[in-house]
T-cell receptor, first 113, second 114 residues
Framework: QKEVEQNSGPLSVPEGAIASLNCTYSDRGSQSFFWYRQYSGKSPELIMFIYSNGDKEDGRFTAQLNKASQYVSLLIRDSQPSDSATYLCAVNLYSGGYQKVTFGIGTKLQVIP | EPEVTQTPSHQVTQMGQEVILRCVPISNHLYFYWYRQILGQKVEFLVSFYNNEISEKSEIFDDQFSVERPDGSNFTLKIRSTKLEDSAMYFC????????????FGPGTRLTVL
């Protein structure tokens, strides 16, 4: 069973702090990794994607990937109340040229003003 | 900026009725997907579609489900005989191969089966 595991939270951080969101996955063949943000009742919105081991930074967001540990994380610096949402980790596996994306349950982030 | 659109935003139906959920993917995208999200649960893959045929489907996508691209723009999900447990948000997504793996999601259709 290919799984993506996340702590459902809620994770509460004060405004201005760093929020750290973690995700583990079970399929070693997974090739690309995504973080989506989902506000209540809305569709997932892509925040970042990462393919290679290491860090990838985009503004206040940093994605970190460690394929040996099957671990991917998202850091949000200078957290804002508007960052309060559920963050979905998604893992992509190519099979026969086609893409299949598996989502985690999502971590609910609350940024306290 | 181009976006995926879905209609209707909310569909209420009686158990046993057929529903068709509609999606207009981003115009130059080649790969199309349907996902569902039951309230409070994770986003689940249903089916992927490329070159006018299903490329992969999950165990959820049983015989009561079907997809179609009836023209050059629309991508539909049909549920033949709805069950109470089909109540969920249904998201359409599309991807342009040359931009890699990024899937862009539509706003979703909330399906309520009574």
């Amino acid at each position: 069973q290919k799984e993506v595991e996340q702590n459902s939270g809620p994770l509460s951080v004060p405004e201005g702090a760093i929020a750290s969101l973690n995700c583990t996955y079970s399929d070693r063949g997974s090739q690309s990794f995504f973080w989506y943000r989902q506000y209540s009742g809305k569709s997932p919105e892509l925040i970042m994607f990462i393919y290679s081991n290491g860090d990838k930074e985009d503004g206040r967001f940093t994605a970190q990937l460690n394929k040996a540990s099957q671990y991917v994380s998202l850091l949000i610096r200078d957290s804002q109340p508007s960052d309060s949402a559920t963050y979905l980790c998604a893992v992509n596996l190519y099979s026969g040229g086609y893409q299949k994306v598996t989502f985690g349950i999502g971590t609910k982030l609350q940024v306290i003003p | 900026e181009p976006e995926v659109t879905q209609t209707p935003s909310h569909q209420v139906t009686q158990m046993g009725q057929e529903v068709i959920l509609r999606c207009v993917p981003i115009s130059n995208h080649l790969y199309f997907y349907w996902y569902r999200q039951i309230l409070g649960q994770k986003v689940e893959f249903l089916v992927s579609f490329y070159n006018n045929e299903i490329s992969e489907k999950s165990e959820i996508f049983d015989d009561q489900f079907s997809v179609e691209r009836p023209d050059g723009s629309n991508f539909t999900l049909k549920i033949r005989s709805t069950k109470l447990e089909d109540s969920a948000m249904y998201f359409c997504a599309s991807r342009k191969r040359r931009e890699g793996d990024t899937q862009y999601f539509g706003p979703g259709t909330r399906l309520t089966v009574l």
